[in-house]
């Protein structure tokens, strides 16, 4: 426990994507952070280009947290620290962590993931259930796959299902559907998810490679869960920061995952949120006044708010879209997705993905 006048510059509750990318963008502006949380998150997908021409990558999530984790000084990470309650010492933060020890912060960023206590804090709508869930997997070729770096992807029949390689050895691949009393007890175990996902992609006829992949994935490396994402109407006038209080990833724009920008995004606001708290804290606020550290601060933090705002809304609300449309079986709306929606969509995922987040100083 520290005393009472020991105070972090920094507190980012979660060393996910966001927690790490911030942590680090912050270290390498100089300014002292502490990240506490786990790092164990599900693979994602990327998409990287700039008006063409563009490409689709698949990376390891735990590579990439890796990657940015051994970045920061030894000692930056705090495990296994879950945060029970946040309480106000003046303009200090009190975060009363499960093992019973106190951090105290000048500055405190909730990137604890979708069921954040720092989001409930600031007064976020809780996510909403899609209706949908996702299950995920790799497939390991120890001598290599054979299949071309290209993103396979099989859609509508009330599901929506791809494959892609990360690597000459592995392959990435997911299913998403819509939730019925039909499949009840298929998450309850590895076993069980697998072979529903086979069930139902042989009933499509999909292509025997691609079932292939999916019957040679190691039960440790099948995953499933419901999917989720926070209103968007709801991030239009939510209180992304409040005082020397914000969230960010998965605490801030929880999403589905059609359009593999969840890590991206996360790193975004990693970006975004080192360079306007770390110009806050230099004392180069926007309007240049010569304003008390914690005024600069609140500065800095609202307009890291203003920035991604609207990237937010505009994710969440596309992720949502895509999914419907691309998943559906409606046979009106799989007409329209068939016949003059795919260019739209493809579009779509192209424009989100082409994003430029700026560096870590202006």
């Known amino acids: 426990m520290q005393g009472k006048d020991a105070a972090e510059d920094v507190v980012i509750v979660g060393a996910g994507m966001a927690g790490l990318a911030a942590a680090l963008g912050l270290h390498r502006l100089r300014v002292i952070s502490s990240a506490t949380g786990e790092i164990v ?26 990657a940015l984790e051994e970045e920061l000084p030894k000692g930056t990470i705090r495990y296994s620290s879950k945060i029970v309650s946040i309480e106000e010492d003046g303009d200090i933060k009190i975060l009363q962590l499960a093992d019973g020890s106190v951090l105290r912060a000048k500055v405190l960023i909730g990137c604890d993931g979708i069921n954040s206590v720092v989001a409930k804090w600031l007064g976020l709508a809780k996510p909403s259930y899609s209706g949908r869930a996702a299950a995920r997997g790799f497939a390991h070729y120890p001598d290599g796959h054979g299949f071309e770096p290209e993103f396979l ?44 996902v086979l069930d139902k992609l042989r009933g499509s006829k999909v292509p025997e490679e691609a079932l292939a992949v999916i019957d040679r994935s190691e039960m440790s490396d099948v995953l499933a869960a419901p999917l989720r994402f926070r209103p968007p109407l709801s991030l239009v006038t939510a209180s992304i920061s409040r005082g020397n209080v914000c969230v960010a990833g998965d605490a801030l724009h929880p999403m589905t995952p059609d359009l593999g920008q969840g890590g991206c995004s996360a790193l975004e606001d990693g970006v975004i949120l080192a360079r306007c708290l770390g110009e806050a804290l230099a004392g180069k606020d926007a309007k240049g006044s010569g304003s008390a550290e914690n005024g600069r601060i609140e500065a800095g933090l609202r307009e890291y708010a203003r920035i991604r705002r609207w990237r937010s809304v505009e994710l969440v609300a596309t992720a949502y879209t895509v999914g419907f449309i691309q998943q559906s079986d409606n046979a009106i709306v799989s007409f329209l997705r068939d016949k003059f929606l795919s260019g739209v969509l493809a579009g779509r995922l192209l424009k989100m993905a082409d994003y430029d987040c700026g560096t870590l100083s202006n």
């Not at 000459?168 to 998450?187: A, L, N, P, Q």
């Open 41 to 66: 998150r599900e693979a994602d997908l990327t998409q990287q280009g700039k008006r063409g021409p563009h490409e689709i990558r698949c990376v390891r999530r735990n590579v990439l947290l890796q």
């Open 153 to 196: 992807q099989f859609i509508g029949h009330g599901f929506r299902s791809g494959m892609l390689p990360c690597n000459e050895t592995d392959i990435y691949w997911f299913f998403t559907w819509t939730r019925s009393e039909h499949d009840k007890g298929v998450d309850e175990s590895a076993a069980k998810m697998k072979q529903f």
